[in-house]
């Protein structure tokens, strides 16, 4: 069975300080890996996934196999990041998503 | 494209009526994702169709709830009767690749 787990139901930073959201997967096989975000009163939409290797808002985040993790970075937190954080697994070839319960990430000014 | 429509936005209804929540997919995804989010559970997906067909309803939670996607553009999800532990916050997806578009959701309070 596939699961995400995001140990940290919320997470207070001051504005400029580094973030790291955890994340968490058991799968058994190649998954894919992504963050989504959900900003006070918006829908829920995609902020990356680990096949684009990408940076997003100064975002990032690194698939690491052998620790099963899939943590989302920031250098340095700005006011506009307080939002729900999601992370989210598919099985190769697969459009289902199975998402950790959340995060929700407060950034104090 | 207004991306992934839901109606109605809010909803507020007494224990034991029935409830219908409506989603219309983005034109050409040809799957189609319900979910609910509470407070305690996170997001859960409920049933997910492709091409209209149901592949996976393990997530409806019991008998009370339905889904249908009678064609392409156009899918229901139905509580029938609905009960106060249902109030949560219902979002419809579609998606054609792996990423998936999520609709601003309907949220249901049951009193």
């Known amino acids: 069975a596939q699961r995400v787990t995001q140990p940290e139901k919320l997470l207070s930073v001051f504005k400029g300080a580094p973030v790291e959201l955890k994340c968490n997967y058991s799968?058994?096989?190649?998954?894919?890996l992504f963050w989504y975000v959900q900003y006070s009163r918006q829908r829920l939409q995609l902020l990356l996934r680990?096949?684009s290797r990408e940076s997003i808002k100064g975002f990032t985040a690194d698939l690491n196999k052998g620790e099963t993790s899939f943590h989302l970075k920031k250098p340095f937190a700005q006011e506009e990041d307080s939002a729900m954080y999601y992370c989210a697994l598919s099985g190769a070839g697969s459009y289902q998503l199975t998402f950790g319960k959340g995060t929700k990430l407060s950034v104090i000014p | 494209d207004a991306g992934v429509i839901q109606s109605p936005r809010h909803e507020v209804t007494e224990m034991g009526q029935e409830v219908t929540l409506r989603c219309k997919p983005i034109s050409g995804h040809n799957s189609l994702f319900w979910y609910r989010q509470t407070m305690m559970r996170g997001l859960e997906l409920l049933i997910y169709?492709?091409?209209?067909?149901?592949?996976?309803d393990s997530g409806m939670p019991e008998d009370r709830f339905s889904a249908k996607m009678p064609n392409a553009s156009f899918s229901t999800l139905k509580i029938q009767p609905s009960e106060p532990r249902d109030s949560a916050v219902y979002f419809c997806a579609s998606s054609s690749v792996n990423e998936q578009f999520f609709g601003p959701g309907t949220r249901l309070t049951v009193l």
């Open positions: 680990h096949i």
């Open positions: 169709f492709n091409n209209n067909v149901p592949i996976d």
């Open positions: 799968y058994s096989g190649s998954p894919e």
